[in-house]
Structures are given as structure tokens and as C-alpha cells.
């Protein structure tokens, strides 16, 4: 948190399915893995593209109650909110606690919309359209929010609930947030 780099704006990827940008992705998932992490966003290396992954297939043990999200390489995401189905009006949102590799070390609780669709391309430059809820919906709204210089503790609400993971959360290991 501080680095200019994680408050601008990131530009479209325009090369598909090259080694470069498979290199870069190899790369990110193994950043992710190592750091236990939900998701990562280019710009959190310091690559000014418009390029996330999350997910892992698997449970996350920061995230002990959350179900699985589906390992996913996503380039030039649009996120859409949705209405709950049954919802009488506007769009339903969930606040739940959050960490952050670029925010080590501290966590809080943020608002995200409950259900959303998320369009863009994979590496090949094929398309991905997926409507989703739940911690799944909340990880990819995270992860794209770096790509327009945002930060969670920027959509923080309650100040009374931010604070430090090892007070917050005694025995999770605070090293690994996000």
C-alpha cells in the first residue's frame, strides 16, 4: 500500500496466447500459491495489465469456510452486478472480512455485491462469461478492483471493523492475506 503502481488504472491486454503473456501467468499463480493467496492482480507484481487470477480448485486455509473457486485466468474483465432473484430492488450487498498481499498483515470488513457476471478472455483470447455469488463473486470483485487503483481499505465502511489480522484473528497467519 503507497506504490503508485496499485492506483492507476491498467490497460487492456491487446496480445493473446503469446510467451510472454503465458510466462506471465505462470507467474502469477505461482506468486498466488506460494502466498496461499484467493487471487492476484497483475498490478500487484508491478504489471500495468488489465490481467487477474484466483482460485484454486481447492478450500484455502484463510478461507476455511469458504467453498472452492475454480482456478481462473481472466484478461480484460467487465464485472456486472446482479439482482438477487426474488429481490424487490436493487442489488444486494454482502459485507465480509478481507485481506490483501498489498496490504499485509491487516484485514477488514467489505461491502461487495452479492451475486455478479464476469465477462472477459482467457490467455487464448477466448471468451469467459460466468455469473457468479458468494465468496466467489467476492474474490473476483477484489482482484478486479486493482485493476482501476483500488484498494479494499478504499471501500471500507466501518472503521471499527479494520484493524490487524493476528489481533483480529489470533493463530491466522497474517503473512498470508488476500
Not at 495489465?49 to 481462473?72: C, H, K, M, W
Not at 478481507?98 to 490467455?123: K, Q
Amino acid at each position: 500500500m503507497g506504490d503508485a503502481r496499485l492506483l492507476r488504472t491498467a490497460k487492456p491486454v491487446t496480445e493473446f496466447d503469446t510467451d510472454a503473456l503465458h510466462l506471465l501467468v505462470l507467474d502469477m499463480l505461482d506468486t498466488m500459491r506460494a502466498a496461499d493467496g484467493a487471487g492476484l492482480a497483475a498490478p500487484q507484481i508491478g504489471v500495468d495489465l488489465q490481467l487477474v487470477v484466483f482460485g484454486s480448485g481447492e478450500r484455502i486455509a484463510r478461507y476455511p469456510d469458504a467453498p472452492p473457486v475454480p482456478r481462473t485466468i481472466l484478461l480484460n474483465p467487465v464485472i456486472t452486478p446482479l439482482a438477487e432473484p426474488g429481490a424487490e430492488s436493487g442489488f444486494l450487498e454482502i459485507e465480509d472480512w478481507e485481506g490483501c498481499l498489498s496490504v499485509p498483515g491487516l484485514r477488514a470488513v467489505v461491502p461487495r455485491f452479492a451475486r455478479i457476471r464476469y465477462t472477459g478472455s482467457d490467455p487464448y483470447g477466448d471468451p469467459i462469461d460466468r455469473t457468479v455469488d458468494g465468496f466467489h463473486a467476492r474474490v473476483v470483485q477484489h482482484e478486479c478492483d486493482h485493476l482501476i487503483g483500488m484498494l479494499y481499505p478504499m471501500r471500507v465502511r466501518d472503521f471499527k471493523r479494520f484493524g490487524f489480522t493476528d489481533v483480529l484473528f489470533p493463530g491466522l497467519d497474517a503473512s498470508h492475506d488476500e
